[in-house]
């Protein structure tokens, strides 16, 4: 019983501060159509702390699943010697575009491969097309 | 389609001849027309998958190699593959990697949800780049992985190293239980953005209402994520678990691109052994056996999973 109470209190008073802090322009701007889920900034019960700890574990989750990738595209502009070398901070910064300049050479026919798969891209794309929008008769 | 049909339907009923206990017939709608009007589905399905199935079959219990004569050999091929310790090792290997990366692929899938389902500022950043590894795909991921565990040079070891962790000279895919721990860490990484997903689409369609009734009965945060969230979104949560246990079971392209199996056949799932057996070994009736053994294994832990996971009345 008691902690029943003390948890309506504890909801009562994270309402007024969100109101508080929110300020009247969400409410007299209510979206049409959008509905406000758990955790929502336009949710009444939205605190400071829901907020923080968002900030925290999105930038955090965010460093983890963007950064590999990151370092993956860093990885394409540097030269071959660097990638299998131990790094070291002066060598890991040193960018160039010669690994772009060897696979767009001719013999490397990287260009060929690419029109390859347009071609079978948009065929099948034209195709598809084609073959979904056929007469609604034989439906 | 099924206008037209549900339309005959309604007609022929009303000119059925004949007494009960007889066939109905419809006079307008002969069977023919119902016949020609499936023909083309039939014909399809026929073709492009019952007779692939018998002709698989049929390969099966021959050995057939890829090139050259074969012969009918009944099923000296699925006996051999009970007697092969290779192959029963890489199913226990396949299901032990699918238990480790089940759980946290959904617990991660699930946090991540919760944390962009809101419409918050950066929510719609976050879950692109939640979302970004499943889209580079598992093949380009793993030769980046290839590179960055490389010992001294690759940047797991580096950083680990930086972090005092280890003393950053471990080569991680030439040993099995560390190679299995970096492809479990690197697979959840990747594929826990399609959990997100589909867990974010689910939890967004609640209505708010739910919520605004828990709270006015003074429900924590915590209630309610176990009390409304979970149960209104487990259809979701099970769909999430069926796909990440099939896509564990068939695994195959990390593998192949990181350890090739190795060393020795420690890494070696089930895919892998059908791709050598097929590919190197060029035995393809004994790999058509193997495969057949795969459906059968993935067919039985699904019809499981539908079981333990069946909406359940109270």
């Given at each position: 019983m008691t902690t029943t109470t003390q948890s309506r209190v504890n909801a009562a008073s994270a309402r007024s501060t969100s109101s508080a802090s929110l300020g009247a322009t969400a409410r007299t701007r209510p979206r049409r159509g959008w509905k406000h889920h758990?955790?929502?900034?336009?949710?009444?019960?939205?605190t400071r702390l829901k907020r923080t700890l968002f900030a925290i574990a999105g930038i955090g989750s965010a460093l983890i699943f963007g950064v590999p990738l990151l370092v993956a595209i860093l990885r394409a502009f540097q030269p071959n010697a660097v990638i299998v070398a131990a790094p070291t901070w002066t060598t890991f910064?040193?960018?160039?575009v010669q690994n772009f300049e060897s696979i767009f050479?001719?013999?490397?026919?990287l260009l060929t491969g690419l029109v390859n798969s347009l071609i079978v891209a948009i065929t099948a794309a034209v195709v598809t097309a084609i073959v979904a929008t056929l007469p609604p008769s034989l439906d | 389609m099924s206008s037209i049909l549900a339309k005959s339907a309604g007609r022929s009923s009303s000119v059925i001849i004949g007494s009960p206990r007889k066939k109905r017939v419809s006079l307008t709608h002969p069977p023919r027309t119902g016949l020609a009007l499936v023909t083309p589905a039939l014909v399809f399905v026929v073709v492009f998958v019952i007779a692939p199935l018998i002709i698989a079959i049929y390969i099966s219990l021959t050995n057939w190699p890829l090139i050259g004569s074969y012969h009918f050999i009944g099923f000296e091929n699925y006996i051999k593959l009970f007697q092969d310790p290779a192959f029963g090792k890489s199913i226990g290997y396949t299901l032990l990697y699918t238990g480790i990366v089940t759980v946290p692929i959904v617990v991660l899938g699930y946090f991540l949800a919760v944390l962009v389902?809101?419409?918050?500022?950066g929510a719609t950043v976050l879950r692109t780049i939640f979302f970004l590894p499943y889209v580079v795909g598992l093949t380009t991921l793993s030769f980046i992985l290839v590179l960055e565990a490389?010992?001294?040079?690759g940047l797991v070891n580096v950083i680990l190293k930086l972090l005092n962790i280890?003393?950053?000279?471990?080569?991680?895919?030439?040993n099995g239980p560390l190679a299995t721990g970096l492809i479990c860490v690197f697979i959840v990484w990747a594929v826990s953005g399609l959990t997100m997903v589909l867990v974010m689409g689910a939890m967004q369609s609640i209505p708010d209402e739910v919520y605004e009734a828990a709270s006015l009965e003074g429900a924590s945060w915590w209630q309610q994520e176990r009390l409304i969230t979970m149960p209104m979104i487990k259809n979701t949560i099970a769909l999430s678990v069926i796909i990440s246990v099939t896509g564990s079971l068939l695994a195959f392209t990390q593998f192949y691109i990181?350890?090739?199996?190795g060393p020795g056949n420690e890494t070696q799932t089930i895919v892998g052994y059908i791709y050598n057996r097929a590919f190197?070994?060029?035995q393809l009736g004994a790999a058509t056996a193997e495969a057949f053994v795969l459906i059968i294994v993935v067919g039985l832990v699904t019809a499981f999973q539908f079981w333990a996971l069946r909406e359940k009345k109270s």
């Amino acid at each position: 019983m008691t902690t029943t109470t003390q948890s309506r209190v504890n909801a009562a008073s994270a309402r007024s501060t969100s109101s508080a802090s929110l300020g009247a322009t969400a409410r007299t701007r209510p979206r049409r159509g959008w509905k406000h889920h758990q955790g929502s900034v336009e949710h009444p019960r939205d605190t400071r702390l829901k907020r923080t700890l968002f900030a925290i574990a999105g930038i955090g989750s965010a460093l983890i699943f963007g950064v590999p990738l990151l370092v993956a595209i860093l990885r394409a502009f540097q030269p071959n010697a660097v990638i299998v070398a131990a790094p070291t901070w002066t060598t890991f910064w040193s960018f160039g575009v010669q690994n772009f300049e060897s696979i767009f050479t001719p013999s490397q026919h990287l260009l060929t491969g690419l029109v390859n798969s347009l071609i079978v891209a948009i065929t099948a794309a034209v195709v598809t097309a084609i073959v979904a929008t056929l007469p609604p008769s034989l439906d | 389609m099924s206008s037209i049909l549900a339309k005959s339907a309604g007609r022929s009923s009303s000119v059925i001849i004949g007494s009960p206990r007889k066939k109905r017939v419809s006079l307008t709608h002969p069977p023919r027309t119902g016949l020609a009007l499936v023909t083309p589905a039939l014909v399809f399905v026929v073709v492009f998958v019952i007779a692939p199935l018998i002709i698989a079959i049929y390969i099966s219990l021959t050995n057939w190699p890829l090139i050259g004569s074969y012969h009918f050999i009944g099923f000296e091929n699925y006996i051999k593959l009970f007697q092969d310790p290779a192959f029963g090792k890489s199913i226990g290997y396949t299901l032990l990697y699918t238990g480790i990366v089940t759980v946290p692929i959904v617990v991660l899938g699930y946090f991540l949800a919760v944390l962009v389902r809101a419409k918050r500022r950066g929510a719609t950043v976050l879950r692109t780049i939640f979302f970004l590894p499943y889209v580079v795909g598992l093949t380009t991921l793993s030769f980046i992985l290839v590179l960055e565990a490389q010992p001294s040079s690759g940047l797991v070891n580096v950083i680990l190293k930086l972090l005092n962790i280890t003393d950053g000279t471990t080569a991680w895919l030439v040993n099995g239980p560390l190679a299995t721990g970096l492809i479990c860490v690197f697979i959840v990484w990747a594929v826990s953005g399609l959990t997100m997903v589909l867990v974010m689409g689910a939890m967004q369609s609640i209505p708010d209402e739910v919520y605004e009734a828990a709270s006015l009965e003074g429900a924590s945060w915590w209630q309610q994520e176990r009390l409304i969230t979970m149960p209104m979104i487990k259809n979701t949560i099970a769909l999430s678990v069926i796909i990440s246990v099939t896509g564990s079971l068939l695994a195959f392209t990390q593998f192949y691109i990181l350890t090739q199996g190795g060393p020795g056949n420690e890494t070696q799932t089930i895919v892998g052994y059908i791709y050598n057996r097929a590919f190197v070994q060029l035995q393809l009736g004994a790999a058509t056996a193997e495969a057949f053994v795969l459906i059968i294994v993935v067919g039985l832990v699904t019809a499981f999973q539908f079981w333990a996971l069946r909406e359940k009345k109270s």
